[in-house]
């Protein structure tokens, strides 16, 4: 059964900086990862979407890595702002896409 | 805006009551999906619907009940409930059910069963 950890589970900076969200999974043999965003009490937004037979996707001060082997990505945001703040979750597709919990992010003014 | 939209936004019910939960997709996709997200635990999938066809039920208890009348209209019918079932319901589609389909999700509709 795969799983998808995500750590930090919440994460507080000041505004400026540039932060990882680190993402995990058990079975490598997925298809794609994906990276989403869930402001409070609302649906998701797909951020960056990478097949697996791609290293990284990038998007405006975004940029989302893949290394399949070892089951990890990481996601990287430049310049951090405070409309950034916002949950953050990572979802692998195998032969349903499997979410992880969440990094909670806070941009501080 | 996604193009999903899902009403209503807050939903609060008794145990014993029965309520609808309605999801549109203005995208012309054919796949849509009942996904739950309880406090402090990762989103779980419910059920699959492709071309109007149900191609998955996650093991979901009787008490949710799905229909999909047409490719663009999702609902999810709600009948004596218990309060571990108050959690946000999301709605998403994609063009298809496949793996490499990116997913378009509503704004969910909170739901608290008192």
């Known amino acids: 059964k795969q799983e998808v950890t995500q750590i930090p589970a919440a994460l507080s900076v000041p505004e400026g900086e540039n932060l990882v969200l680190n993402c995990s999974f058990t079975?490598?043999?997925?298809?794609?990862l994906q990276w989403f965003r869930q402001d409070p009490g609302k649906g998701l937004t797909s951020l960056l979407l990478?097949?697996?037979?791609?290293r990284e996707q990038t998007s405006g001060r975004l940029n989302a890595s893949l290394d399949k082997s070892s089951g990890r990505s990481t996601l990287y945001i430049a310049a951090s702002q405070p409309g950034d703040s916002a949950t953050y979750l990572c979802?692998?597709?195998?032969?349903?896409?499997?979410f992880g919990e969440g990094t909670q992010l806070t941009v501080n003014p | 805006e996604t193009g999903v939209t899902q009403t209503p936004r807050h939903l609060v019910m008794g145990m014993t009551n029965k309520k609808s939960l309605k999801c549109e997709q203005h995208l012309g996709h054919n796949a849509m999906y009942w996904y739950k997200q309880s406090a402090k635990k990762p989103l779980e999938l419910m059920f699959v619907?492709?071309?109007?066809?149900?191609?998955e039920n996650n093991s979901v208890p009787s008490r949710f009940s799905p229909e999909c009348p047409n490719s663009s209209h999702l609902f999810l019918h709600l009948h004596t409930l218990q309060p571990e079932d108050s959690a946000l319901y999301l709605c998403?589609?994609?063009?298809?059910?496949?793996?490499?389909?990116?997913?378009?999700f509503g704004s969910g509709t909170q739901l608290s069963v008192l």
């Open positions: 998403a589609s994609s063009r298809a059910h496949a793996t490499n389909e990116k997913l378009f």
């Open positions: 619907y492709n071309f109007k066809e149900q191609t």
């Open positions: 990478i097949q697996s037979s791609q």
């Open positions: 079975d490598s043999a997925i298809y794609n």
């Open positions: 979802a692998v597709t195998l032969d349903r896409l499997t």
